[in-house]
C-alpha cells in the first residue's frame, strides 16, 4: 500500500517526498515549501488544461472514425477538407522564424550521432555520457562490419588477422576523415612534430603532411613523438593514439593503437519510451540517475571478464593546442568528455500515482517537467563536478504531442516551471518530437509555438507509424509492416521535417533529428544505409548504442551537412497531400504471406511485453521471424499491436487465428530467453502470465487504445506483476 505524506493539496508517495526534500533540492536554491506549493500552483494551472487537450485527441479521433466508416474519400479535397473542418489541419503561418537563444554547440553547430538510452539502468545511462568518444577499432572488430571469416573470426582471445583487417578498414576512413597530401595513412610509419608542423612519415621514407594541415589541432605526451594527435573534420574531433607497448600499437608501423572519434554529440536520457516505470518507486530510480548525472556522481559496480568495476562519467580531455587551434594562444585545449545530455519526459496522456492532486494521480508530464528541471538547475548552479550545458540551458525533449495546441501547453508550463523554480524565462529548451500524424502535418505551426525555445525536431518514425494506422484504422486494412516503411506517406514526413526546419530557421540554431536505427547487431547495414540522414540534412539521428554511435559518426565525415542545407527548399506544402496518403494495402496478400506477417508481430509483442511487465524492462532486443534481434520499445510494440487490430477489424486474420499465433510464439519466447537467469516464462499455463495477458489486451482491445497506446495496459499489468510479487 503506497503511502503519502500530505504537502498542501497534494499528496506525495513518501520515497519521492523524501527523495525531492533530501536529494533534489537541496543545493537547488529552491526551498522545500515553496517547492511544494509551487508545484501544486503549477497542477492547478495546468492539469484541467491537459485533461481538456486529452479529450481534443479523442473527439478528433471519433470524428475520423466516424468519417472513415461512412466510407468517405480518403484522399483529395473532400479529405483535405473534412481535416480542415475539424481542426485537425491548421494553417501554417506564413512566416516562422525560431529564436531559441543559449543554445549548446553541440546542438546547434554540430552534425552527429544522438545517442539514447534508458535512464533507469545507471549502467547504460553511464556508458551513454561517455559514448561522446568512441573507439574505431573496438567498433569494427566488435561488429559485422568484418566479415567473420578467412581466419577473422571473433573468439574468445585477440585475433590479429581481424586485428588487420580492423586496422586497414580504420586507416581507410583515416583517409576520408584526415586526407594525406600524399599517399594514405596506410602507409604512415611514424606521425612527428617539428617546428609546430606535423609531418607523416610514410614507408616509401617519403614524408607528408595532412592535405589540409589546418586540421591538426593538438596532441599529448612528448615531441617530437606525441602520444596522441587530435584533428576536426566537418566539426568532428578525431583523436590518433600511439603506444609502442600495447598489444595493437606494437604491431603497427607507426605505433597506432587506437583512433577515437567524437561520437554520441548529444544523448537522451530517455523517461519515456525505453523504460518501464510504473509507480512511485520506479520514478524514484529515473529521478535519481537524473540527478548523479547533473550532479556527476552517478556510478555503478558491473562485473566485466571475471572482474568487477566502477563505472563513472568520464572526465573531460585535454590537449595542447597546435598553431591551428582556436585555442593556441592559451596553450590549453580541453574538449568535452561527455556526450550532452537531454532528458525525454514522458507525454500528456500518461498519469502517475506518485503524486496526488485532489485525490487524483498527476499528469506525468507535469511531474517529469517539474522534477527533472529542478535537477536539471542544479547543472546550471555549478553543483556538480562536471557542466552538461556550457551555455546554461536544460534540454527536455517532449514526446507524442499532437498538434501546435500541445506545444503550447508545454511552453506555457516550461515558461511556469522556470518561475517556480527562479529559473531565467526559456532556460527549458523543448524538443519536440515528430512523431505524431497531426504534429507533423502542422509543424511549422508547431514549431512557430515554441520558437524560443526549440531546439530539435526529430522524425520518430517507429511512433509516427503507430499513430499513422490508429488514426486512419478504419480506412481499411493496411499495408504489411515491410511495405509500410517504403510508401509514400514516410518519404513525404521525413522530408518535409527536415525542409520545415531550415525554412524555420533551425539549420546552425537546432537539431533537424531522424529516427532510431532499430536493428542493433546489423551494423553493416546500418553503414550502408544511414548515411541516408545526414544526406538528407539531418544534423543528427538517433543510434541505439555506443557501438553504433561510433560507426555513425563516419557519416558525418562523409556528408558535410550544413553545406546541404543551402540546397533545400521548403516543400512542406507540397508534401501535405503525400503526407496524409494513408499506407493501405494495395496488393492481395497469399494465406503464407499473412500468417507470417501475424506470427512475426506476435513474436515482437509477445518478446516484447513479457520482459516489460515481468521483469520491468522497457526497452529489449527481440528476435524477428528470422532470428533478427530488433530493438523493441513502447513505439515498435504500439505499431505491432495496431497493425494486428487494424486486420483483424477488417477480416484479414480471425481471432483464432491470432490466438494460435499467440499460444505458438509464446513457447519460442520462453524459449529464446532461456539464457537469461531472471527470466520469468509465460510457460505452459499462458492465461496465467501477466504478460501473456498484457499481449491479448493490448491487440483484441487494440482499437480502443487512446492513440493506439501501449502505456495503458502495460502499466495495469506491470502495476499487477509488482502486487503478485508483493
Ligand atoms: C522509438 C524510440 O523511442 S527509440 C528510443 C528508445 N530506445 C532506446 O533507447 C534504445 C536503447 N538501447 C538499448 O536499450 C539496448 O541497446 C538494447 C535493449 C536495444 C539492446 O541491449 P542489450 O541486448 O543489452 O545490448 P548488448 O548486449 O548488445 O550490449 C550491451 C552493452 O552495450 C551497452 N549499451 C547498449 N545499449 C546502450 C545504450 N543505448 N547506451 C549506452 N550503452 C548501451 C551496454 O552498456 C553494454 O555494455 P557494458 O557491458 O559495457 O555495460
Ligand atoms: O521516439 C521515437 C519514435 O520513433 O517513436
Ligand atoms: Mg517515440
Redesign the pocket.
Known amino acids: 500500500m503506497q503511502k503519502y505524506v500530505q504537502e498542501g493539496q497534494l499528496k506525495v508517495a513518501q520515497s519521492l517526498h523524501q527523495f525531492i526534500n533530501d536529494h533534489a533540492l537541496p543545493g537547488s536554491q529552491v526551498g522545500q515549501a515553496h517547492f511544494w506549493a509551487a508545484f501544486e500552483d503549477i497542477l492547478r494551472q495546468f492539469t484541467s488544461q491537459n485533461k481538456k487537450l486529452l479529450t481534443t485527441r479523442e473527439s478528433l479521433q471519433q470524428q475520423i472514425d466516424d468519417y472513415h466508416k461512412a466510407n468517405r474519400p480518403t484522399t483529395g479535397e473532400e479529405y483535405k477538407g473534412f481535416l480542415e473542418e475539424i481542426g485537425y489541419l491548421v494553417d501554417a503561418p506564413d512566416e516562422c522564424t525560431i529564436a531559441t537563444s543559449k543554445v549548446d554547440d553541440e546542438v546547434a553547430r554540430m552534425a552527429g550521432p544522438q545517442?539514447?538510452?534508458?535512464i533507469n539502468?545507471a549502467?547504460?545511462?553511464l556508458?551513454?555520457c561517455n559514448?561522446r568518444w568512441g573507439s574505431l577499432y573496438d567498433a569494427l572488430y566488435g561488429t559485422d562490419i568484418i566479415a567473420q571469416t578467412d581466419g577473422a573470426e571473433k573468439g574468445s582471445d585477440y585475433n590479429p588477422v581481424r586485428g588487420k583487417k580492423v586496422t586497414d578498414k580504420a586507416k581507410e576512413w583515416l583517409d576520408v576523415m584526415l586526407p594525406l597530401a600524399t599517399g594514405s595513412h596506410k602507409e604512415a610509419t611514424a606521425y612527428i612534430i617539428e617546428n609546430d608542423n606535423l609531418f607523416i612519415q610514410l614507408a616509401n621514407q617519403n614524408s607528408t603532411q595532412l592535405a589540409n594541415v589546418e586540421q591538426w589541432q593538438g596532441f599529448t605526451g612528448d615531441l617530437p613523438e606525441p602520444s596522441s594527435l587530435l584533428f576536426r573534420h566537418h566539426g568532428l574531433h578525431v583523436e590518433i593514439q600511439f603506444d609502442s607497448d600495447h598489444p595493437v600499437g606494437q604491431t603497427d608501423p607507426a605505433n597506432i593503437k587506437d583512433i577515437l572519434l567524437e561520437a554520441a554529440i548529444s544523448?537522451?536520457m530517455?523517461c519515456?519510451?525505453?523504460v518501464a516505470a510504473v509507480d512511485a518507486e520506479d520514478k524514484v530510480v529515473v529521478y535519481s540517475n537524473w540527478l548523479g548525472l547533473m550532479k556527476g556522481t552517478l556510478s555503478t559496480d558491473?562485473q566485466?571478464g571475471g572482474n568487477t568495476l566502477t563505472?563513472t562519467m568520464h572526465e573531460d580531455k585535454t590537449f595542447t593546442p597546435s598553431p591551428f587551434s582556436q585555442n593556441s594562444v592559451t596553450g590549453s585545449l580541453t574538449l568535452p568528455g561527455r556526450s550532452l545530455m537531454f532528458v525525454r519526459n514522458v507525454g500528456l496522456h500518461m498519469f502517475c500515482d506518485a503524486v496526488l492532486f485532489n485525490n487524483e494521480p498527476v499528469p506525468e508530464g507535469i511531474l517529469d517537467g517539474v522534477i527533472t528541471a529542478l535537477i536539471g538547475k542544479h547543472d546550471l548552479l555549478g553543483n556538480g563536478k562536471y557542466t552538461n550545458s556550457q551555455k546554461g540551458s536544460i534540454y527536455i525533449v517532449k514526446?507524442k504531442m499532437h498538434g501546435p495546441e500541445e506545444v503550447a501547453f508545454t511552453d506555457a508550463l516550461f515558461a511556469s516551471i522556470e518561475g517556480a523554480l527562479s529559473l531565467e524565462h526559456y532556460t527549458l529548451k523543448m524538443g519536440i518530437m515528430d512523431e505524431e500524424r497531426r504534429t507533423s502535418v502542422n509543424l511549422k505551426a508547431c514549431i512557430a509555438q515554441a520558437a524560443n525555445r526549440v531546439v530539435f525536431i526529430n522524425t520518430?518514425f517507429?511512433?509516427r507509424t503507430g499513430d499513422e494506422i490508429h488514426t486512419s484504422m478504419h480506412a481499411g486494412p493496411f499495408a504489411d509492416k515491410s511495405a509500410l516503411k517504403v510508401m509514400p506517406w514516410i518519404s513525404a514526413y521525413e522530408r518535409s521535417n527536415v525542409a520545415t526546419g531550415i525554412a524555420c530557421g533551425m539549420s546552425g540554431k537546432a537539431q533537424i533529428g531522424k529516427?532510431?536505427w532499430?536493428i542493433?547487431?546489423d551494423m553493416t547495414s546500418m553503414m550502408k544505409t544511414k548515411i541516408a540522414h545526414p544526406e538528407a540534412g539531418a544534423t543528427t539521428a538517433?543510434v541505439?548504442?555506443?557501438?553504433a554511435a561510433t560507426l555513425h559518426a563516419l557519416h558525418y565525415h562523409q556528408v558535410n551537412v550544413f553545406a546541404r542545407h543551402t540546397n533545400i527548399e521548403d516543400s512542406s506544402d507540397a508534401e501535405r497531400s503525400k503526407i496524409l496518403s494513408i499506407p493501405l494495402l494495395e496488393k492481395k496478400l497469399t494465406p503464407e504471406q499473412i500468417q507470417h506477417e501475424l506470427d512475426n508481430n506476435v513474436q515482437g509483442i509477445l518478446g516484447y511485453v513479457v520482459r516489460w511487465v515481468h521483469m520491468g524492462i522497457g526497452?529489449?532486443?527481440v528476435p524477428d521471424i528470422n532470428d533478427i534481434?530488433l530493438?523493441?520499445?513502447?513505439?515498435?510494440l504500439r505499431i505491432s499491436s495496431q497493425h494486428i487490430a487494424n486486420w483483424l477489424l477488417h477480416g484479414i486474420i480471425s481471432e483464432d487465428q491470432v490466438y494460435q499465433s499467440m499460444l505458438k510464439m509464446s513457447t519460442l519466447v520462453d524459449q529464446q530467453n532461456l539464457h537469461d537467469p531472471d527470466y520469468i516464462p509465460m510457460g505452459a499455463a499462458k492465461e496465467n502470465s501477466q504478460g501473456f495477458q498484457a499481449a491479448k489486451k493490448l491487440i483484441f482491445e487494440g482499437l480502443q487504445q487512446p492513440n493506439g497506446y501501449t502505456e495503458f495496459v502495460l502499466h495495469e499489468m506491470r502495476r499487477k506483476m509488482k502486487a503478485r510479487n508483493e
Open positions: 545517442l539514447v538510452v534508458p539502468n549502467r547504460y545511462a556508458n551513454a559514448a544523448t537522451i530517455d519515456e519510451d525505453s558491473l566485466k563505472r514526446p520518430g517507429l511512433d529516427g532510431m532499430p542493433p547487431d538517433w541505439p548504442s555506443p557501438t526497452c529489449s532486443k534481434g530493438m523493441e520499445d513502447r513505439a515498435t
